[in-house]
């Protein structure tokens, strides 16, 4: 049949009054006619949905908007629609796929209508309450699952913590972030971003000196001499970037224990349990790279912006020593508070930042150990690998 768009635009506008005159019959009958003359025109088949919609005739409705988006299926509109429609007769889990193709459509487009815009609005509301509810359920199912053999021990936290994460993936609830390492990266290594705490028992005996270790840092702060400096201290002469902003600035200070694998004494004299307590710690021991233990202070409102670290080959410790409420951090999909004297392990190459809503500065204790998972002959690999890429070239 040959295209007759003259036909079909004198049909468009009569439908178009009709659908402003509310007269649902008349739009159906004068869109049906505009698609017979032009029918590969996606525009005309959304107009004949909404002539459908103002019939109730979900059907039509639904067959229309089909036929607009087997002619393009990026047609924003026609998505639009079709989510509402869906949402509307009650057919969730398509209503929640078509809702979320409809927000990858839109997300970068600036421009749109507002009425449009509180339509989407809407639709990202109903859409999070689906994906709350899935969530939700999907949890409660999966949370009380047992071994198969009831011999075997309950899952553990790092089976539980994988758990809980694929149900958040699967449901697009959480994102995965891969290691980013800026300087060794060791291959295929597990990128999760806290480990498991039963990899470091070593952890108790920190946990019970931080009382001590407190108390030896106020004794630190409030002694005579700089014992604090800026962490972030960039080079002159680097471009603007997300260090910038705390660059030589008081936001985030340190006091090093350790630096690099090497002491600071004068710091180590002033806090001789803490001293003590970091020679019987299996920290990571490098020459000219490790260990370092640092005390850390945020100060009242301040952040650290989402970052990654150096190196996989090695796990970060925090110990909770002065924390006001509502200090954190997240680590890739994974946000934790810190407390008083309670120590955590993650892995700095994973996308993480920090954060201090308080009205007083956050102090904790940083250390940095050997990635559990690698085992005695990979750390002497590594250790011989710099040792060696620092000495073999004059």
């Known amino acids: 049949m040959a295209v007759d768009i003259a036909r079909a635009q004198q049909a468009n506008v009569r439908g178009l009054h009709a659908i402003r005159a509310n007269d649902g019959a008349a739009a159906v009958a004068a869109f049906a006619e505009a698609v017979a003359a032009d029918p590969d025109s996606a525009a005309l088949w959304v107009n004949l949905a909404h002539g459908h919609r103002l019939l109730a005739d979900a059907a039509g409705e639904r067959a229309a908007l089909e036929r607009a988006l ?116 060791y291959p295929f290594l597990p990128a999760d971003e806290f480990f498991d705490r039963r990899h470091f028992p070593w952890l108790d005996a920190l946990e019970a000196a931080a009382p001590v270790v407190r108390a030896e840092l106020d004794a630190l702060l409030a002694g005579p001499g700089p014992s604090l400096r800026p ?24 006091c090093f224990l350790w630096e690099y694998g090497r002491p600071n004494e004068a710091v180590l004299a002033r806090c001789p349990e803490t001293a003590a307590l970091l020679r019987d710690l299996p920290l990571l ?14 100060a009242p409102g301040g952040k650290i912006p989402p970052h990654t670290g150096v190196t996989n080959t090695r ?39 920090v954060w201090n809503p308080s009205d007083r500065p956050r102090a904790i204790l940083i250390l940095d150990c050997w990635n559990p998972h690698l085992d005695a002959t990979e750390r002497a690999a590594v250790a011989r690998y710099l040792e060696t890429s620092e000495t073999v070239l004059a």
């Open 70 to 185: 087997s002619i393009d299926r990026t047609d924003v509109i026609a998505q639009l629609r079709m989510a509402q429609l869906l949402q509307r007769i009650g057919e969730e889990r398509a209503a929640l796929a078509a809702w979320e193709l409809v927000l990858h459509l839109t997300r970068s487009v600036n421009d749109l209508p507002a009425a449009m815009v509180a339509e989407i609005a809407q639709g990202e509301s109903y859409a999070a309450s689906l994906r709350e509810r899935l969530v939700r359920a999907v949890k409660d199912a999966t949370q009380a699952l047992a071994p198969a053999d009831p011999a075997a021990p309950p899952p553990d936290e790092t089976t539980a913590r994988r758990i809980r994460a694929f149900v958040e993936v699967a449901v697009g609830d959480r994102r995965i972030y891969p290691n980013v390492c800026s300087g060794l990266h």
């Open 231 to 254: 962490y972030v201290q960039m080079e002159k002469g680097l471009p603007r970037n997300l260090w910038s902003d705390l660059d030589h600035s008081p936001v985030w200070n340190a």
């Open 285 to 298: 021991a490098i020459p000219g790279r490790g260990p370092n233990a640092f005390f850390s202070i945020l």
């Open 315 to 353: 796990t970060i410790i925090h110990l909770g020593l002065d924390v006001p409420d509502g200090c954190g951090m997240r680590v890739g999909g994974e946000t934790r508070d810190w407390h008083d004297g309670a120590a955590f392990a993650f892995d700095d190459t994973i996308e993480h930042e």
